[in-house]
């Protein structure tokens, strides 16, 4: 059984180097996260929501945290992603360079909000495939937002943070193919809904991928496609429809894992057991976080580590909005 998970545990900080120490000290939502890891037992944890640095310093940390509270992780792997990443022009258009909104993906400052994975199995980070220089502009059927000139095209990437795909060696020989995405909330934008095209065509580029027409070789069989797409398929804002078309394609499977909050939302117009999410203060709880493996693997199980009461709920509350989704495959 290999148990594979998703979780944007609030790993981002204001400024760089702030990870590092949080996690250097001890932070109480450091501790939190730790034990929400421990509690979700995972071979391999995809993060996202956490900050980047060149050299890993932060995810070795984490690691090293981790093999102490008896969950080692000796294997990680990162790419820096598109989040911070200069652009060299006004992107949102208010008359001032140099910005968050200006970057290639939203960011103060270069890593803000990666992805990164911690891995019981070895990784084979020498064949990974990065794609967080593909231009927006090279998509096939790309919904550029209107305002978007031809020089900034030129320049402006799809991804916002990262995308990429990398293999783990399984157990008994042969190797898992995951491709890891966070895609950019569809809000905090204008008229020119440049946030909720973006968040499309992030996840239509899977499907691009799934379908040979980008400039990379479609993945090889088994597969997993998982990670934040920053959407519900069913509640929120945004245009769901890439989303939708992921989730019912054939060659996908989605298990939809089920939390045990027991949480209602009165508004929503989806299955609130399938949130993995939870804004009180806004949309309320909606399911953004996703774990969509190959039509080919055998799913054993699947889940949203979200109790409704005891120690661990309170654990989980205090980590982060968001909670771990996690699928259990049965390898032959």
């Given amino acids: 059984m290999l148990r594979l998970a998703t979780w944007n545990a609030d790993l981002g900080r204001d400024g760089p180097g702030l990870l590092v120490e949080d996690i250097a000290e001890g932070a109480p939502q450091i501790a939190a996260v730790v034990q929400g890891v421990v509690a979700l037992d995972a071979d391999v944890l995809l993060l996202t929501g956490i900050n980047h640095d060149a050299r890993l310093v932060a995810m070795s940390l984490l690691a090293d945290r981790l093999a102490e509270a008896g969950a080692p992780y000796p294997y990680r792997f990162a790419l820096p992603g598109n989040s911070g990443l ?6 949102n258009h208010d008359g001032r360079m140099g ?8 960011g103060r400052f270069l890593g803000e909000e990666g992805v990164a ?37 030129a320049v402006q990437r799809l991804h916002s943070s990262s995308a990429w795909q990398v293999a783990v060696e399984l157990p008994g020989g042969g190797d898992l193919a995951l491709m890891a ?17 973006r968040n499309h065509d ?4 899977w499907l691009r991928m799934l379908d040979g027409s980008l400039p990379f070789a479609p993945p090889k069989a088994p597969f997993v496609l998982l990670g934040e797409a920053g959407l519900d398929p069913a ?19 989605d298990p939809r894992p089920q939390n045990d909050s027991g949480h209602h939302d009165p508004g ?31 799913v054993a199980g699947a889940g949203v580590l979200w109790p409704a009461q005891g120690p661990l709920a309170d654990t989980l509350a205090r980590a982060a909005r968001h909670r771990p ?4 495959l049965d390898l032959p």
Wanted: charged residues 25%.
């Fill in 235 to 253: 509640d929120g804002e945004g245009r769901p429809a890439a989303l939708r078309a992921l989730l019912a394609d054939p060659r996908l499977q």
């Fill in 99 to 106: 910005g968050p909104r200006d970057a290639i993906g939203y």
């Fill in 181 to 197: 995405y966070s895609a950019t909330p569809p809000v905090f934008d204008g008229p020119e809904d440049r946030n909720g095209r």
């Fill in 117 to 153: 994975l911690l891995s019981r199995l070895p990784i084979r980070s020498d064949a990974a495939q990065d794609y967080a220089a593909f231009l927006w502009a090279d998509l096939p059927g790309a919904l550029l937002p209107p305002d978007l000139t031809g020089a900034e095209a």
């Fill in 325 to 328: 989704v996690w699928v259990d």
């Fill in 202 to 205: 992030e996840s239509a580029f």
């Fill in 268 to 298: 929503h117009r989806g299955d609130p057991r399938l949130d993995t999410v939870l804004y009180p203060d806004g949309p309320g709880g909606m399911r953004v976080d996703y774990i969509l493996p190959s039509a080919d693997l055998k």
């Fill in 86 to 91: 200069p652009s060299g022009f006004d992107l």
